[in-house]
């Protein structure tokens, strides 16, 4: 009587480890399944070919049309170039770049993973990034830096130009002025 009990216990302990085992061993392929599975599922931004767009109409095009934005964009490669109004590193090893075209249009928010100092506000940047739409900001993420420029002073070098233009002729009407009196 003993015995049985003691062999029941026994078998019973066995079954226990077993199923155990065999927990682990299913547990341990579905990991590995899922991780092949991801890994493939990863892109690498770098090697993809872009639908390069000016900010402004990516940003215009989603405020407009969103629905239509969506099917053309989402989950496609995208890559611009327009001024970081905003650089932040958070604490999960990523860095957010915003591009702001106007008070008008959304922000467009790029996520680029890991921390990236060389970037700073007001630099012009050329990202490219996968679109994952519009919710308050339009975003990119697994983007990368394709190229920067820091930024020299001046925002709009063309403005600049103007300004030294109207400058000249202010000084010429002035110079005209002075010889026309004479």
């Keep these: 009587n003993a015995c049985s009990t003691i062999c029941a216990v026994i078998s019973m302990k066995k079954k226990i480890i077993f199923i155990g085992i065999l927990l682990l061993i299913v547990s ?9 599975l991801y890994k493939k599922a990863e892109r690498n931004v770098a090697t993809e070919n872009a639908i390069r767009i000016d900010p402004s109409n990516f940003a215009a ?3 407009n049309f969103e629905d239509s934005a969506n099917k053309i964009y989402i989950n496609k490669t995208i890559e611009l170039t327009g001024i ?3 650089v932040t590193n958070d604490q ?7 591009i702001k075209i106007n008070d008008s249009l959304p922000l467009i928010n790029c996520t680029i993973d890991g ?7 007001l630099d012009t940047v050329t990202i490219k990034g996968i679109c994952t739409g519009l919710l308050t900001t339009i975003n990119l993420k697994n983007c990368i830096v394709v190229n920067s420029k820091k930024y020299s002073g001046t925002l709009y070098p063309l403005e600049t130009e103007k300004k030294a233009v109207k400058q000249s002729d202010t000084t010429k009407n002035k110079k005209h002025k002075d010889h026309s009196v004479q």
């Design 61 to 63: 095009l989603f405020k």
């Design 84 to 86: 970081a109004t905003s």
């Design 28 to 36: 341990l392929v579905g990991f590995l399944v899922l991780k092949v």
């Design 115 to 121: 921390l990236y100092k060389s970037i700073n506000q």
């Design 92 to 98: 999960t090893s990523q860095t957010d770049i915003t």
